[in-house]
């Protein structure tokens, strides 16, 4: 029960008499799920000894699977592991693992509103100790009598099904007037048992029939009634002995090492529409009825949607669910753009073959065509669908697998999809507004390990600085299943367009100047340096240094704010020794006296400000640098008692909440006017319009009665302007 997960969480457990429903053989991560009252439990491949590829040059000393075939071999005179296979559907077992509940579901058995457990088997008793090529394999009956306890077992099989063989079908490309036939050998697996029932179940367009069959000495075979043209059908034969343990086989299972074939489809002319090569015979994800069957005649009229520079090359015959598919990367192929108009007339049909990134879809290989028409107007062959279209519904979205879809007025769900543990570069959105409570789609940057996948036009990094909860008109992008999730892929950069900012400032970026832990002796003027960085948004960054104390290390009260040089433009900035003089006063500091100090820079971008950070994982980690200061007299020239030349300076504090004050040089007696003006070049107040004497003066700014955001203030004097920015938050 879903209310004892949080009892046995992280618990490990045993299950006996569980019975294998389904398994995986085709991936280095083989998967199963077991049945035990009412209750479906996948495994996971966490253990290093239930998965096939952690077979060479992996951490010295841990119990790995050796494998031969696929790693180093074992060490000399030692046997190999071979390949870790689960058991076969049908097969009883007593089962031991520790509890987890997560998003893996390869094989669709999640409805909405349930999860699916996982039980995660760690040890087949078998252990190898010693170091490299010292290492010698052992199980229960070879361990040394000083090795204190048994290598459990997590993964034990009670009771085998019964065993198939001699499978064989007739035809898998009939004509509307042919019937197929099937015939196969099944026997139970142990000599105590006999066989009860053997049936046949076929699927057409959704509706299953049941068949009871009748054998003779363990051999059966059946004939299909006959079907229209462009019918599929698949089915799997089910055989049940008086133990009350089932066999069964599907499609694409494994017999002898190859793989079985229980589908056919009904072709008298060729194929005029791609769902006819996509849907699957129970709508769920799986291969097309045509994979593997040869080249297939076609009459398929469609647009191309995505093209090499975006990736992949996929075509649509209509908006509808089922209507799109990959071509498979060739010198034709890649030569197409999105708009062409082509039309095919023959095809074979691939299905991908890896359970990680974009697995089991459908492609078509050397597809023969031709372009009849340019600049078609592709946008209105995508669909427009919501997220629970796709991850609400017991499908998961596969009739839009492979497929150019769009999805509107959507928000940004969270921009590290695979937190707390890790960051593959994955987003994930959802229709609506976060109230809405639609469920969430994966967006991964690109689809690796898949021969259809041609480049990414997005690096890993992608969503680092995405923010969680903005608002999106629109994503769009080619739909997929990956690693046990629905997933998206951009095609381009413009897939994506939101209501306002979709970023933050780019916030990893390196500070130069002063160094950590720097000395500095404040008779001078301080220069701060550090890297620019960027917004993805397209936005202007604007750099804010500011200084605090120690215990302020996410400068939520700094004692000092500054923009950087250019109006905060620029990656270093010049802190004015009357600035720091008055600050280290202000601390009730006397020359000679020293204290220690933290800074770091926050970069705006007019919306959002940020502080300069390192990355981990999903997270960031806010970075600052320590600096003594020595308060002392000054020593430059810079500043003198009466300045040489007229001059505006930065504000302090900028940014600042609800008032600052801004100074400026005077060198001779002249008409000074200063006046703030919004963004839009609006007059908000002035400040100064008078005839002031030579010096150096000080204005306030109260801006209680302003809204946030960037204003300029202007000086003018004889023919002396200059304007800087400034930046209300409140």
């Known amino acids: 029960r879903f209310d004892n997960y949080t009892k046995y969480h992280a618990q490990y457990v045993r299950i006996e008499g569980a019975i294998i429903q389904n398994r995986d053989l085709t991936s280095t991560r083989p998967w199963m799920y077991i049945g035990h009252s009412n209750v479906i439990a996948y495994n996971r491949d966490t253990s290093l000894r239930y998965r096939n590829d952690r077979t060479a040059g992996y951490r010295t000393g841990y119990n790995y699977r050796r494998i031969a075939s696929t790693g180093p071999q074992p060490p000399s005179g030692q046997e190999e592991d071979g390949l870790y296979e689960p058991p076969p559907p049908g097969a009883v077992i007593n089962y031991s693992g520790y509890v987890v509940a997560n998003t893996f579901d390869p094989d669709n058995l ?26 010698i394999r052992y199980t229960n009956e070879t361990l040394p009598v000083f090795y204190p306890y048994e290598i459990p077992v997590d993964l034990e099989v009670i009771g085998f099904p019964p065993i198939f063989s001699n499978y064989n079908i007739s035809n898998q490309t009939p004509a509307s007037t042919e019937a197929v036939e099937v015939s196969f050998s099944v026997v139970p697996a142990t000599d ?31 004939t299909f009634p006959t079907f229209p043209d462009l019918t599929s059908v698949s089915f799997e034969i089910r055989a049940t002995d008086s133990n009350d343990i089932t066999g069964t086989i599907r499609d694409g299972d494994l017999l002898d090492g190859e793989p079985l074939d229980l589908r056919f489809f ?4 060729a194929v005029d529409n791609i769902a006819s090569i996509t849907r699957t015979p129970d709508g769920m994800r799986g291969p097309s009825p045509l994979f593997g069957l040869g080249e297939i005649p076609v009459d398929i009229t469609a647009v191309v949607v995505a093209d090499s520079a975006d990736g992949f090359i996929v075509i649509h015959d209509s908006a509808e669910p089922w209507s799109g598919v990959l071509l498979e990367p060739s010198e034709e192929t890649l030569s197409l753009r999105r708009g062409d108009r082509i039309i095919i007339s023959a095809s074979e049909v691939g299905n991908t073959n890896t359970n990680n990134n974009f697995a089991n879809v459908t492609y078509l290989d050397n597809p023969v065509f031709e372009i009849m028409e340019r600049e078609v107007d592709y946008e209105q062959y995508i669909p427009v669908v919501t997220t629970n279209d796709l991850t609400g519904q017991p499908h998961r979205g596969a009739p839009y697998e492979a497929m150019v879809i769009r999805i509107e007025d959507a928000h940004v769900a969270t921009n590290q999809a695979d937190a707390p543990a890790s960051d593959f570069g994955e987003w994930a959105f959802a229709s609506g507004t976060p109230d809405d409570e639609y469920p969430s789609v994966r967006v991964r940057f690109n689809f690796t390990q898949n021969n259809l996948r041609i480049l990414s036009n997005f690096a890993g990094s992608y969503n680092d600085d995405m923010k969680t909860g903005a608002l999106l008109e629109y994503v769009q992008g080619v739909y997929g299943y990956s690693f046990g999730n629905p997933k998206m892929t951009l095609r381009q950069s413009d897939d994506v367009k939101p209501v306002e900012d979709l970023f933050f400032p780019a916030r990893v970026f390196p500070l130069f100047l002063p160094a950590n832990n720097a000395q500095f002796t404040a008779s001078r003027n301080l220069e701060v340096q550090w890297a620019s960085t960027t917004d993805r948004d397209g936005d202007d960054v604007i750099y804010i240094f500011a200084l605090s104390t120690p215990d302020d290390e996410t400068f939520e009260t700094p004692l000092f704010k500054q923009l950087s040089v250019g109006d905060g433009a620029a990656s270093r900035a010049v802190i004015r020794y009357d600035d720091l003089d008055g600050l280290l006063d202000a601390r009730g500091m006397d020359d000679g006296d020293s204290e220690q100090f ?7 971008d007019g919306r959002d400000t940020v502080q300069v950070s390192t990355k981990t994982g999903p997270n960031f980690n806010p970075v600052f640098r320590t600096v003594t200061m020595e308060r002392a007299a000054q020593t430059s020239a810079e500043d003198s008692d009466l300045p040489q030349r007229f001059a505006l300076e930065q504000n302090y504090p900028n940014p600042f909440n609800p008032a600052t004050k801004i100074r400026y040089d005077v060198p001779n007696q002249s008409h000074v006017r200063i006046a703030i003006y919004d963004v839009l070049g609006r007059q908000v107040q002035v400040l100064v ?7 150096r003066h000080t204005v306030e700014f109260d801006a209680t009665r302003l809204a946030s955001g960037v204003y300029i203030y202007r000086m003018e004097a004889g023919a002396f302007v200059q304007t800087r920015k400034m930046m209300l938050v409140k």
Do not use: C, H, K
């Not at 069959?213 to 075979?221: A, K, R």
């Not at 933290?598 to 705006?604: G, N």
């Open 598 to 604: 933290i800074w770091t820079i926050l970069a705006s």
């Open 110 to 135: 999640e409805a909405d509103g349930s999860a699916a457990f996982a039980i995660v088997a760690m040890e087949d008793g078998v252990r190898w100790l010693g170091l490299g090529n010292d290492a």
């Open 266 to 269: 009904v072709l008298d002319s």
């Open 689 to 695: 319009n008078e005839e002031l004497s030579a010096g």
């Open 192 to 222: 105590d048992a006999t066989l009860e029932r053997v049936v046949l179940v076929y699927r057409v367009e959704g509706e299953e029939t049941e068949v009871e069959l009748t054998g003779s000495n363990g051999d059966y075979e059946y």
